[in-house]
T-cell receptor
């Protein structure tokens, strides 16, 4: 059973555009929702995270929007750059327990 | 910040041999470490969870006799792929949990090991 559902599977965006990746969950016990960026041959690196009592968090060009009632959250990458081309994973955590990763989104930003 | 060192980053071995992958937490004591496997263009799949000083807990479908996990100290966990076969070729990633940090901050990932069995 996939605890965290992620879409789209792949995304192509023009340089300067907005990349949007969506995730949904069911378990209301999750208390942290991080996003990870992974480049080929590397481990995942924490990008940004949000708690369910916050509706939006922004760090530079990266923004998480969180809709608690809909059990959905999304990552927005503003002014997307070719260097942002990577695979992005959303995740959900119950503190003290394991991660539940989404299925991943391969982002390609074309110049 | 918390750092997890994973070695080797790449390894090629012959079919039938065993390979050991190390995962070290450099600046914190990791009470729990996780081992993941990742196939190309797929998500991370949890293989097992290990707590220092006790036996690892394996996820359903993961052969414990094939993937030996040892968490002998609070800073070191090892994954040994025994009698490796080409189908074991994959990207293996460890994660270490710092119990003194909350939420996602408590989890740090290694840089991964690309295993190729020929």
């Amino acid at each position: 059973q996939q605890q965290v559902k992620q879409s789209p599977q792949s995304l192509i965006v023009q340089k300067g555009g907005i990349s949007i990746i969506n995730c949904a969950y069911e378990n209301t016990a999750f208390d942290y929702f991080p996003w990870y960026q992974q480049f080929p041959g590397k481990g995942p690196a924490l990008l940004i995270a949000i708690r369910p009592d916050v509706s939006e968090k922004k760090e530079g060009r990266f923004t998480i929007s969180f809709n608690k009632s809909a059990k959905q959250f999304s990552l927005h990458i503003m002014d997307s750059q070719p260097g942002d081309s990577a695979t992005y994973f959303c995740a959900a955590i119950i503190t003290g327990n394991q991660f539940y990763f989404g299925t991943g989104t391969s982002l390609t930003v074309i110049p | 910040g918390a750092v997890v060192s994973q070695h080797p980053s790449r390894v090629i071995c012959k079919s039938g041999t065993s390979v050991k992958i190390e995962c070290r937490s450099l600046d914190f004591q990791a009470t729990t470490m996780f081992w993941y496997r990742q196939f190309p263009k797929q998500s991370l799949m949890l293989m097992a969870t290990s707590n220092e000083g006790s036996k690892a807990t394996y996820e359903q479908g993961v052969e414990k006799d094939k993937f030996l996990i040892n968490h002998a100290s609070l800073t070191l966990s090892t994954l040994t792929v025994t009698s490796a076969h080409p189908e074991d070729s994959s990207f293996y990633i460890c994660s270490a949990r710092d119990p003194n940090r909350r939420g996602h901050y408590g989890y740090t990932f290694g840089s991964g090991t690309r295993l190729t069995v020929v």
